[in-house]
């Protein structure tokens, strides 16, 4: 699976839209973007994915630049309880490699008042 | 749909003792994921398995640790005679059959801690 790159962390105020960079420049053709987070102790939760177009649904919008290299994750209003770890994950959907997925070290996004 | 179900979600173990940890997959999903996460670390793929088979252990310590997945029950995560480094937080993830870019749903997790 292609290498992601995400800043460590980032903050944002709450009631306005947080943006979430992912770089995965060598990303291939047949590979997905994931975005889960991680709120403090629970487990992992899906938000998003998408190949190509730009995806929304009632969590996050999910914008795939053209070329593919990079995405960005949009949390259209965020709230105190979006504070949480934020992972990019590049993923081949390949019968063998069944669904795992491999995680990074994530952005760590601190919503404030 | 009660989602994916871990248990214990806390367990306590002394060193040299065994830990046992459960995971009842989504209804309807065939595949489990292990996932370990030490304090203050990431997530860690441990092992995928589907009913009675193990299809890709890669992530998981050579000694002291399996996992199973049997015809009826739930996936068992099994750590023989545990030390303090197992302590940790352990996750188990399901999918139904692979087809397109199936997401993983997770549980709560199972903390361990080893005296």
Known sequence: ?113 | NAGVMQNPRHLVRRRGQEARLRCSPMKGHSHVYWYRQLPEEGLKFMVYLQKENIIDESGMPKERFSAEFPKEGPSILRIQQVVRGDSAAYFCASSPRIAGANVLTFGAGSRLTVL
């Not at chain 1, 939760?45 to 960005?72: C, F």
């Not at chain 1, 504070?83 to 919503?111: D, H, M, P, Q, S």
């Open chain 1, 1 to 113: 699976d292609a290498k992601t790159t995400q800043p460590t962390s980032m903050d944002c105020a709450e009631g306005r839209a947080a943006n979430l960079p992912c770089n995965h420049s060598t990303i291939s053709g047949n590979e997905y973007v994931y975005w889960y987070r991680q709120i403090h102790s629970q487990g992992p939760q899906y938000i998003i994915h998408g190949l190509k177009n730009n995806e929304t649904n009632e969590m996050a919008s999910l914008i795939i630049t053209e070329d593919r290299k990079s995405s960005t994750l949009i949390l259209p209003h965020a709230t105190l309880r979006d504070t949480a770890v934020y992972y990019c994950i590049v993923r081949v959907v390949e019968r063998a490699a069944g669904n795992k997925l491999t995680f990074g070290g994530g952005t760590r996004v601190l919503v404030k008042p």
